[in-house]
């Protein structure tokens, strides 16, 4: 049974994955490569990867920081703001990309709806598919079309898809910055 949902959940995430747009995949890492300080902000599911992309930045060499930590600094128009949600409605990380906005930051937004408050004042979007509503809203329909309720709830989809994809970037972001996984290593957290 478990197998079974495994694979489910992986062709998903592959199906969701494949429907990213590249150029604005492309424009997100070349504003990554361009920012003096890189900011994350997500809450929840979202904000823990969030703050697993923050750390594969770090590991980078990038200057990082998650929005809301004791030691993060103020933003400057040079910064970047990577924004989590996939509603794109969430309060907090609403909060956090408008204050950026008024600071001059770039703001990149990863979401599942385009139309969203969050995207309404992000730089690039990267849709990422998972948190809408996958089945339609008729029972006769879903019946005939075999839909049936998703099997990960809550918008894991979302998360799984978002978390694959920022890693992918971080293998994109290797490759442009010359790093090898031994120059990862070297800033891994040794106080452990």
Same mark, same amino acid.
């Given at each position: 049974m478990v197998k079974e949902t495994t694979k489910h959940i992986l062709e998903n995430v592959e199906k969701i994955l494949a429907g990213v747009n590249q150029e604005d995949a492309k424009r997100f890492i070349d504003k990554i490569v361009h920012s003096k300080n890189i900011f994350l902000t997500?809450?929840?599911?979202?904000?823990?990867?969030?703050?697993?992309?923050?750390?594969?930045?770090?590991?980078?060499?990038f200057n990082v920081y998650v929005a809301g930590e004791t030691i993060t600094p103020s933003v400057k128009p040079?910064?970047?703001?990577?924004a989590i949600s996939g509603s794109g409605k969430t309060i907090s990380t609403l909060?956090?990309?408008?204050?950026?906005k008024k600071y001059g930051t770039g703001v990149v937004c990863i979401t599942s709806f385009e139309d969203s408050p969050l995207a309404r004042v992000?730089?690039?979007? #990267?849709?990422?598919?998972?948190? %809408? $509503?996958?089945?339609?809203?008729?029972?006769?329909?879903?019946?005939?079309?075999? %839909?049936? %309720?998703?099997?990960?709830?809550?918008?894991t989809l979302f998360e799984l898809s978002s978390m694959v994809f920022l890693? $992918? #970037?971080?293998?994109?972001?290797?490759?442009?910055?010359?790093?090898?996984?031994?120059?990862?290593? %070297?800033?891994?957290?040794?106080?452990?």
């Open positions: 997500g809450a929840g599911r979202s904000g823990l990867v969030a703050k697993a992309f923050a750390m594969r930045l770090m590991h980078l060499g040079e910064d970047l703001v990577i909060t956090v990309a408008q204050t950026a992000s730089d690039c979007i #990267v849709k990422i598919r998972g948190r %809408e $509503s996958l089945l339609s809203n008729d029972y006769t329909s879903r019946q005939l079309t075999g %839909e049936h %309720e998703p099997l990960t709830p809550l918008g890693d $992918s #970037v971080i293998t994109e972001l290797m490759k442009i910055c010359n790093k090898r996984e031994k120059d990862l290593r %070297e800033k891994h957290a040794n106080l452990e």
